[in-house]
Nanobody, 126 residues
Framework: VQLVESGGGLVQAGGSLRLSCVAS????????IGWFRQAPGKEREAVSY????????YYADSVKGRFTISSDNAKNTFTLQMNSLKPDDTAVYYC????????????????????WGQGTQVTVSS
């Protein structure tokens, strides 16, 4: 499993950014795919994921209504569209693929069968 991220950067509060993750070595039908983030001095946080069993998307309360996760199986790519960004969204964002599908976004702790992208910095200025 290999995950390569792109996107991220510096944006003013209220702006938008789009993160993309190109995946290889697995099929989306078998893995939960999603995003984590880690801000300086804070624990890593699960942001969003897609459950391959039902195709539904799940979001952390902190981003619900502002972020949208999507996938393109034909292109082996999944994205995180981030709108109405806030300074609190500043973090390194990681795309993740996990063969163990989490029960909830809060309980998601990537399993030993999970893989991470290299991370991309998102900085939101006030």
């Amino acid at each position: 499993v290999q995950l390569v991220e792109s996107g991220g950067g510096l944006v003013q509060a209220g702006g938008s950014l789009r993160l993309s993750c190109v995946a290889s070595g697995f099929t989306f039908d078998d893995y939960a795919i999603g995003w984590f983030r880690q801000a300086p001095g804070k624990e890593r946080e699960a942001v969003s994921y897609i459950n391959p069993s039902n195709g539904r998307s799940y979001y952390a309360d902190s981003v619900k209504g502002r972020f949208t996760i999507s996938s393109d199986n034909a292109k082996n790519t999944f994205t995180l569209q981030m709108n109405s960004l806030k300074p609190d969204d500043t973090a390194v964002y990681y795309c993740v693929a996990d063969a163990i599908v989490p029960l909830t976004i809060r309980s998601w702790s990537v399993s030993e069968f999970g893989s991470w992208g290299q991370g991309t910095q998102v900085t939101v200025s006030s």
